[in-house]
């Protein structure tokens, strides 16, 4: 069965990430985790299904969720709970914003400003 029309599967449970605004990969790229050139190569994922990235996200709209283990925000040094926190809230934004685009961008443009190469 062909299935060419299907966007990018989810790395962890394997359903179809439909949105810009749900996707992991895109999180980490808007951040600067993650280039340009090897978004192709990074696995895809929903958000929630990082629970890593996602525990950092403070927005109602946005399930609290926390990693499992060590890298639970709980037990991690609170500044650096701060700092990722403003990052990838700042981020998730930045993900709304872009899928709510009627135009889509460069994906050049994507990042936050701080993390789109220069020329
Ligand atoms: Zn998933």
Redesign the pocket.
Known sequence: MARCEQGYL?D??G?E?ESISNSDLYLRFVTGEIAAGDLLAAPE??LL?NPFNAQFIESEQVPKVYAEGDFDRRQLDSDYVQQQSQLLTRGWHRLQELAALEAPLPLAEYPLPEFRKQG
């Open positions: 989810c962890v449970c359903d990430v994922r929903h299904c």
